[in-house]
C-alpha cells in the first residue's frame, strides 16, 4: 500500500508517518519508484502500538522506540513484554548518599530474597521478568518509610504478592487469551499486553482508592467495617 493508504487504514497522518520514519519508529516503506516507496501490514501493525503508546500512555518517543527494541525480540528467545513494560516503569535515578546507597542496597537483597520465595516465580534458568521490578519495589518501600512508616516491613510485601497474583489472572483474561510460542510474531499479544497494563492499571487503582475512601468514610462515621473476604474462596 501506498502512505496516502496506510494513513487512511491506521488514521495517523501522513506528516506523522514521516516524522515516524525519520525519528527510526517505524522502517522506512519499500522503493517502488524514484519519489514512492510501499508499505505493508506490519507498517500498519506497528503503526498500531506506536499510536497509542503515544496518544493513550503518552510516552516519550525515546521510551516509545526503547518499547519498539524489545518488541522486535523473537518470542523465546527473550521477555519483550516485561522488557518493555520494565522501561515504560523505570525507576528514575535518585541522588543518594553513601549511607543511603547502604541503605537501599540492603532492603534490595531483602526483596529479592523475598520475591525469589514467591510461588509464582519462574524457575532458575528462565528469564526472572518480576526482577526487572525489584528496583521499584526497593525504591517504594524506602519512600513509605520516608514518608508514612519507618517501621514498614518488607515481609509486608509477602500479602501484596499474593493479591497481585491473583489480579494479574484477572487482567490477563482481558486481553489476549492465546498463549504465544516460541517463533509466534509478537506484535499483537505484546501491543494487548502493554496496553492493558497502562490503561487497566489507573482503573484498578481507583478501584483501590475508593475502597480506602469508603474504609475511613466507615471508621470516622463509626460504621462497622464489612467482614475480610477469605482470598481462597
Request: charged share 25%; net charge negative.
Amino acid at each position: 500500500m501506498r502512505i496516502s493508504e496506510l494513513s487512511r487504514h491506521s488514521g495517523v497522518p501522513t506528516t506523522t508517518i514521516k516524522f515516524y520514519i525519520r525519528e527510526g519508529l517505524l522502517p522506512a516503506g519499500t522503493r517502488s519508484h524514484r519519489n514512492q516507496a510501499t508499505y505493508d501490514e506490519d507498517h500498519l501493525r506497528r503503526l498500531d502500538l506506536i499510536r497509542p503508546l503515544r496518544e493513550v500512555a503518552g510516552l516519550s518517543l525515546a521510551t516509545v522506540r526503547n518499547v519498539l527494541e524489545q518488541v522486535g525480540k523473537p518470542w523465546g528467545e527473550a521477555d519483550p513484554v516485561g522488557a518493555a513494560l520494565a522501561v515504560i516503569y523505570r525507576v528514575p535515578e535518585r541522588e543518594r548518599s553513601s549511607a543511603e546507597q547502604a541503605e537501599y542496597a540492603r532492603v534490595r537483597a531483602e526483596i529479592e530474597k523475598l520475591v525469589e520465595g514467591l510461588h509464582w516465580m519462574v524457575s532458575e534458568g528462565i528469564l526472572f521478568a518480576t526482577h526487572r521490578y525489584i528496583d521499584n519495589l526497593t525504591d517504594s518501600v524506602l519512600q513509605l518509610r520516608k514518608h508514612v512508616d519507618p517501621e514498614f516491613p518488607t515481609s509486608a510485601l509477602a500479602s501484596f504478592a499474593e493479591f497481585a497474583w491473583d489480579l494479574s489472572e484477572q487482567v490477563y483474561a482481558v486481553g489476549e487469551h492465546r498463549v504465544p510460542r516460541p517463533g509466534d510474531d509478537i506484535v499483537d499479544p505484546t501491543r494487548s499486553a502493554i496496553l492493558g497494563t497502562l490503561l487497566l492499571e489507573p482503573m484498578l487503582m481507583a478501584l483501590v482508592r475508593s475502597a480506602l475512601a469508603a474504609r475511613s468514610a466507615r471508621i470516622s462515621a463509626g460504621l462497622p467495617l464489612p467482614p475480610a473476604r477469605d482470598p481462597s474462596g
